[in-house]
Nanobody, 115 residues
Framework: QVQLVESGGDLVQPGGSLRLSCAAS?????MGWYRQAPGKERELVAT???????NYADSVKGRFTISRSNTKNMVYLQMNSLKPEDTAVYYC????????????WGQGTQVTVSS
């Protein structure tokens, strides 16, 4: 089992920046972020492996950067040039190497982009 705890969600103006953090209870192969906006399905935002391989949704490429600290069991999401359509609950996720799906989810943190 892995416990994931997110922090950093907030209200920010369009064009602003925000950094999300997620602490895992142990080291794990892949970590990342999903988000869910009101009335929409959950979507992948970005993922990163323990070897620092990354994957991004097209909608956030060039604006968001995912990083991690393997020694601290932390993953971060730096979000720049935020848009109103980035408004969503952001979930930290994780999976072991042997799993094809993200089995572990945090409780979510709200990001609201609005003037």
């Amino acid at each position: 089992q892995v416990q994931l705890v997110e922090s950093g969600g907030d209200l920010v103006q369009p064009g602003g920046s925000l950094r999300l953090s997620c602490a895992a209870s142990r080291n794990i192969y892949s970590m990342g972020w999903y988000r869910q906006a009101p009335g929409k399905e959950r979507e992948l935002v970005a993922t990163i492996t323990s070897g620092s391989g990354t994957n991004y949704a097209d909608s956030v490429k060039g604006r968001f950067t995912i990083s991690r600290s393997n020694t601290k069991n932390m993953v971060y999401l730096q979000m720049n040039s935020l848009k109103p359509e980035d408004t969503a609950v952001y979930y930290c996720v994780a999976r072991d190497y042997s799993s094809l799906t993200y089995d572990y989810w945090g409780q979510g943190t709200q990001v609201t982009v609005s003037s």
